[in-house]
């Protein structure tokens, strides 16, 4: 059977990591493609009746009597900004037998080009395809959104921050070597061995 697809409206996103999977923090679990989709319901009806289709699917996969898990719900209220619902999205990196490993999803521009393959920053705004798969444990239900594919509309790139911002040279303190490295054991002598 075919898995169901949707599409999120147009809306911002971070951490996005859709361009190559990124190690998780338990890191015993596969790599995965993740983003986080910021939804304003109260502002946009689209959104609104997103989330409205979210919490319906939801109920489709498990029925109203079943518990939820505190971890099963992938849509919560934004930490920083009430006003707003964060949606995230993952898919774990799958490796077949033979060691390959399976694509991620696949990205294109607004135009439907293939995407440059340039790193998606913060603020960025896309419309995600996605399949669902509804789980169960003994901690209740739970439903995951799995990327299959984004349309990247409004391009923010990542900002790629200089390690040496806000720090002044210090003196008298340690200077690495010119190279980087130091060999602590080289001299001018030859090896005894």
């Given at each position: 059977?075919?898995?169901?697809?949707?599409?999120?409206?147009?809306?911002?996103?971070?951490?996005?990591?859709?361009?190559?999977?990124?190690?998780?923090?338990?890191?015993?679990?596969?790599?995965?493609?993740?983003?986080?989709?910021?939804?304003d319901?109260?502002?946009?009806?689209?959104?609104?009746?997103?989330?409205?289709?979210?919490?319906?699917?939801?109920?489709?996969?498990?029925?109203?009597k079943?518990?939820?898990?505190?971890?099963?719900?992938?849509?919560?209220?934004?930490?920083?900004?009430?006003?707003?619902?964060?949606?995230?999205?993952?898919?774990?990196?799958?490796?077949?037998?033979?060691?390959?490993?399976?694509?991620?999803?696949?990205?294109?521009?607004?135009?439907?080009?293939?995407?440059?393959?340039?790193?998606?920053?913060?603020?960025?705004?896309?419309?995600?395809?996605?399949?669902?798969?509804?789980?169960?444990?003994?901690?209740?239900?739970?439903?995951s959104?799995?990327?299959?594919?984004?349309?990247?509309?409004?391009?923010?790139?990542?900002?790629?921050?200089?390690?040496?911002?806000?720090?002044?040279?210090?003196?008298?303190?340690?200077?690495?070597?010119?190279?980087?490295?130091?060999?602590?054991?080289?001299?001018?002598?030859?090896?005894?061995?």
């Open positions: 059977m075919a898995a169901d697809i949707h599409f999120t409206p147009i809306a911002p996103v971070r951490w996005c990591h859709l361009i190559t999977a990124r190690e998780q923090l338990d890191t015993s679990k596969p790599r995965a493609w993740t983003v986080e989709m910021v939804l319901p109260t502002n946009n009806p689209r959104h609104k009746a997103f989330l409205e289709k979210l919490d319906q699917i939801f109920i489709e996969a498990h029925g109203t079943k518990k939820r898990s505190d971890k099963g719900q992938p849509w919560k209220t934004d930490k920083e900004d009430p006003s707003k619902v964060v949606v995230k999205f993952k898919s774990q990196e799958f490796v077949r037998e033979d060691g390959s490993k399976a694509s991620g999803p696949q990205l294109i521009d607004s135009k439907r080009q293939p995407w440059d393959g340039s790193q998606i920053g913060n603020g960025s705004e896309m419309i995600i395809r996605f399949s669902t798969y509804g789980w169960e444990r003994p901690e209740g239900t739970g439903l959104l799995q990327p299959k594919a984004a349309q990247v509309v409004q391009f923010v790139a990542r900002e790629e921050q200089d390690a040496t911002d806000g720090f002044e040279e210090q003196e008298g303190g340690y200077a690495v070597a010119p190279s980087g490295y130091v060999d602590e054991f080289a001299s001018d002598e030859e090896a005894p061995f």
